[in-house]
């Protein structure tokens, strides 16, 4: 089975540990992005299977746009993208919709939840 890779985007080093320390148990290559910016810069490179996308980022692109970016790519692999942020709002969700994203999780999470669904995207 070839190792999947996952892209962690948060501009909170705490939440990108807690996410890392939660998913290590499991045999993934883990790659972490604090911005927008760097998000899609390091994806073009490593090609992730998932990215773990926060919404509200600094900087010029947010999390919307980021996974937008990623799902127009017109690259042969594009990632399957799950946000996971503060936003709770059904706008928010909407927006995420619209914006690709496959799945959408709400901080804070459990840490069963967040494997669960990283290992049914991954499936």
């Known amino acids: 089975m070839n190792q999947k890779i996952i ?20 045999d993934y290559e883990l790659h972490e992005a604090k911005n927008g910016q ?9 090609k992730p299977d998932l990215v773990i996308l926060d919404v509200m980022m600094p900087g010029e692109i947010d999390g919307f746009q980021v996974c937008n970016n990623l799902k127009q790519d017109g690259s042969e692999k594009i990632p399957y ?27 804070p ?3 069963s939840e967040l494997i669960d669904s990283v290992q049914s995207a991954l499936a």
């Open 7 to 26: 892209l962690i985007v948060d501009d909170q080093a705490e939440l990108r540990k807690l996410v890392r320390m939660t998913l290590e148990c499991d």
């Open 109 to 111: 999470f459990s840490p």
């Open 38 to 46: 760097r998000a899609l810069e390091l994806a073009k490179l490593i």
């Open 81 to 107: 993208v799950m946000l996971l942020t503060a936003k709770k709002q059904m706008t928010d969700f909407k927006d995420g919709i619209r914006a690709g994203a496959d799945n959408y999780l709400t901080k």
